[in-house]
């Protein structure tokens, strides 16, 4: 089974191409801030167009869709260079250029300021409570419109196409929670590192969360390599992967990235139930659905975990901020929800193309 590789209006435009094209030949110079100490000029047309996207995508209402996905494309772009891809050392030259971090945070700063109008903001009553009563509700959800349009109407080039752009994050998958481990030994500390060894087989490659991925994309004949459809990703899918590097990056944001993989283990089962009735639907195969058979059956004991052993220890710990969990849970959950509405509509466009 061939899959086409087929754009649609998830791509750039031809101005917002040329201007990510520009992007990608600073980020392989060789010492980029030091040319750029020489040669200011040279990124005086980016920042300039630069500052016309951010304005765009985050001034008015939904903002352009355009922009938004020029904007979440470099974000990517830069962010992964925080995980190590096995590929050639040069391309890490610039990993630690202040060009970069400071474009990195003109990005992130305007772009999390127009993503906190989007939720509502809760943080009174008990605490404890409200995390109890989000994961009883997420847990086992009624179908939501888009999952019921997986589940039952996408047809098989529909089911690749939802492969080829989960395949971004699923390659690579739980790398973030890798950034959370480092520091003082605890029970928290430990619990977040056994969730991390399991998504990670145990040690064992044949076993881990990506390599059955992998095995699910070559069994329906397509790439396996990582990034390999990455011009098929809309911008909600990148916001959040993004949206996890953020917060994961930044200490300060430790609640809040704990509020999210809560959610993020407690929603799966449901969500990926949708997606493997699919496979079964259309005859994919045991191999074709493993990895979501594999996640329906680990994240239901990994969102218990999360929530006794992780979460409800650390309102112990942090009376006064641990809000920012409930925070993290419910801007994770509207994310989600959006990425997943915007990654139906891609695979409806392409359906009817």
């Known amino acids: 089974m061939n899959f086409n590789l087929q754009t649609d209006s998830t791509a750039l435009d031809f101005s917002y191409q040329e201007l990510e094209e520009e992007f990608v030949g600073l980020l392989h110079l060789d010492d980029l801030d030091r040319v750029i100490s020489g040669n200011p000029e040279k990124v005086e047309s980016f920042n300039s167009e630069l500052e016309v996207s951010l304005s765009d995508a985050f001034n008015d209402g939904e903002g352009c869709p355009q922009a938004h996905l ?37 990005i992130e700063n305007a772009w999390q300021g127009w993503e906190e109008g989007n939720t509502s903001q809760q943080s009174s009553g008990n605490l404890s409570d409200a995390l109890r009563d989000r994961v009883e509700e997420d847990l086992q959800p009624e179908p939501s419109s888009d999952g019921l349009i997986i589940r039952n109407e996408i047809s098989k080039a529909g089911y690749l196409r939802l ?19 480092g520091g003082v030994g605890n029970e928290v500390q430990t619990m ?19 390599t059955h991925f ?17 011009d098929l990703v809309p911008w909600e899918v990148l916001v959040n992967i993004n949206h996890s590097f953020f917060l994961s990056e930044r200490k300060k944001n430790f609640l809040r990235y704990v509020g999210g993989l ?37 994240d239901i004991r990994h969102g218990q975990w999360m929530l006794d052993d992780v979460a409800l220890p650390l309102i112990e710990k942090y009376p006064e901020q641990a809000w920012d969990m409930v925070k993290g849970y419910d801007q994770q959950k509207f994310i989600s929800a959006r990425s997943a509405s915007a990654m139906v509509e891609s695979i409806r466009r392409f359906e009817f193309s």
Request: contains cysteine; proline residues 2%.
């Open 192 to 210: 977040l590192t056994r969730i991390l060894w399991e998504e990670y087989g145990s040690g064992k490659f044949s076993r881990k969360h990506s």
């Open 262 to 298: 809560l959610y993020t283990e407690v929603s799966v089962p449901a969500a990926f139930q949708n997606i493997k009735m699919a496979g079964e639907r259309l005859g994919m195969g045991e191999k074709g659905i493993s990895y979501w058979d594999l996640h329906i059956r680990e």
């Open 70 to 106: 020029f904007l979440q494309r470099i974000l990517y772009r830069i962010n992964r260079l925080k995980l190590f891809w096995y590929d050639e050392l040069e391309n890490y030259t610039n990993e630690d250029s202040s060009f970069l971090f400071s474009l990195r945070l003109k």
């Open 214 to 230: 992998a095995t699910m994309l070559e069994e329906c004949g397509m790439d396996s390599r990582p990034e390999a459809y990455f």
């Open 163 to 181: 492969l080829a752009i989960t395949s971004l994050d699923g390659l690579v998958e739980a790398s973030q929670l890798s950034r959370m481990l």
